[in-house]
């Protein structure tokens, strides 16, 4: 299995960038999906997760109302839109995989996903 991510870039705050993460071996239709990023000098935080089953989607509460979640099951991608970007979303992004569905509460644990893609830089300038 491989998440490949994708549509980092350097944005000025208040704009928006659309990350994409495409899946081989896998597809996004089962199990749950996530988004995590890592600021220099901080720990992987969460910032978005899915439910395959039922579409239900978690938010981290410095994103909610700015990013959405979702997916092309057609095309076995998944998205992260980011919109109102402000320069403390300036981090790598990683998407994440986890085959085996799993409660909707747990869903923001990194340790709970099974496959990582590489990581796309998004650098918010101010």
């Known amino acids: 299995v491989q998440l490949q991510a994708s549509g980092g870039g350097l944005v000025q705050a208040g704009g928006s960038l659309r990350l994409s993460c495409a899946a081989s071996g896998r597809t996004f239709s089962s199990g749950n999906m996530g988004w995590f990023r890592q600021a220099p000098g901080k720990e992987r935080e969460f910032v978005a997760a899915?439910?395959?089953?039922?579409?239900?989607?978690s938010y981290a509460d410095s994103v909610k109302g700015r990013f959405t979640i979702s997916r092309n099951n057609a095309k076995n991608i998944m998205y992260l839109q980011m919109n109102r970007l402000n320069p403390e979303d300036t981090a790598v992004y990683y998407c994440?995989?986890?085959?085996?569905?799993?409660?909707?509460?747990?869903?923001?644990?990194?340790?709970?996903?099974?496959?990582w893609g590489q990581g796309t830089q998004v650098t918010v300038s101010s």
């Open positions: 994440a995989a986890r085959d085996r569905r799993i409660i909707v509460s747990a869903m923001n644990r990194a340790e709970v996903y099974d496959h």
């Open positions: 899915m439910d395959a089953w039922t579409g239900h989607t």
